[in-house]
């Protein structure tokens, strides 16, 4: 992503937090990026687009920073899990994204909808996942209606939190609170057989959380395209780069070693006009490691 389009991105979101997203016009982005029609049409199809280009790259970095944080970490604690959650609920903090999630919840625009539904099934499937790693293969079957218990709790009281004080919530003392009421409840509902979500609906939320659909071959092309682009200088970023592309390129891809470097590689671009880029392809290897385990 260049650094016109990164400023483009910046722009229009700080017109949607600040006047809204349907207040908003694309003149309006225009204006204030200083850009002509043609440039944002280059970029986006739609100012839809551009929100939820916005969201996605957001999503893209919290997922970076929830995997590297698991690097060379137990992933049977279920403390590293409430790490890892309150990593998102601080990104969305930090970057304000909730008034715009909030706006697109209460839209009419169908597409957008959807877009915001399928990222809260993608979380869902993440939890069902980790907490398949803290409790075992036993709480497989049951591991959906876990991760929606402790979505909802965290959701509905960051809800009442908002509309009843000033005060800021301490999110991690939430995400605490409830991985230790988790400790108490996944062994009951293991015990008792406690099914509530249907497998039609299970399978629905996990086809909606598909994350990145790239295969092996596509994320190494793209990562190619990325490299060659880059100067000929041999400076780190590139150097990283051309590891991760040479270890994606075999038919058997050290794990270890592709956790150990996509990080760096990610680092490498922090800063520059080809940041929201370089963390697009590290969420792409992150995905891979994470279908490959």
């Known amino acids: 992503m260049n650094d016109r389009k990164r400023h483009v991105l910046l722009t229009a979101k700080q017109l949607f937090i600040e006047n809204g997203f349907q207040a908003t016009s694309i003149q309006d982005i225009l204006g ?19 929100l939820m ?14 995997n590297e944080l698991a690097i060379g970490k137990n992933l049977t604690d279920p403390q590293l899990l409430a790490d890892q959650i309150h990593i998102r609920l601080t990104m969305n903090r930090e970057q304000n994204l909730l008034p715009l999630f909030e706006t697109v919840v209460h839209s009419p625009d169908d ?13 869902l499937a993440w939890i069902a996942k980790r907490l398949v790693d803290i409790y075992g293969e036993e709480v497989k079957p049951f591991a959906y209606d876990c991760a929606s218990l402790i979505f909802g709790f965290i959701q509905h009281s960051l809800h009442i939190w908002k509309s009843s ?8 003392h ?27 609906l299970l399978e629905t939320i996990m086809t909606g959380a598909e994350f990145y659909p790239m295969t092996q071959d596509v994320l190494v092309s793209k990562l190619r395209e990325f490299i060659e682009a880059l100067p000929d200088k041999d400076d780190a970023g590139k150097l990283y780069g051309q590891f991760l592309l040479e270890e994606l390129s075999t038919a058997a891809p050290r794990i270890h070693l592709l956790e150990s470097v996509v990080r760096s590689f990610r680092q490498a671009f922090e800063g520059t006009d080809l940041q929201l880029q370089a963390v697009e392809l590290s969420a792409a290897v ?5 279908k490959t385990e």
């Open 53 to 66: 280009a916005i969201l996605r790259d957001a999503y893209h970095l919290s997922f970076l920073r929830r």
């Open 174 to 200: 939430l995400v605490d609170f409830v991985m230790q009421r988790m400790e108490v409840v996944v062994p009951d509902i293991i015990e008792r057989d406690a099914h509530f979500l249907s497998q039609n």
């Open 32 to 50: 204030e990026a200083h850009i002509s029609k043609g440039t944002f049409y280059n970029y986006f199809s739609s100012k839809n687009e551009c």
């Open 165 to 172: 004080t000033l005060e800021r919530l301490d999110t991690k």
């Open 286 to 290: 992150w995905l891979f490691i994470d």
């Open 111 to 123: 597409e957008l909808r959807q877009f915001v539904k399928h990222m809260h099934f993608r979380e």
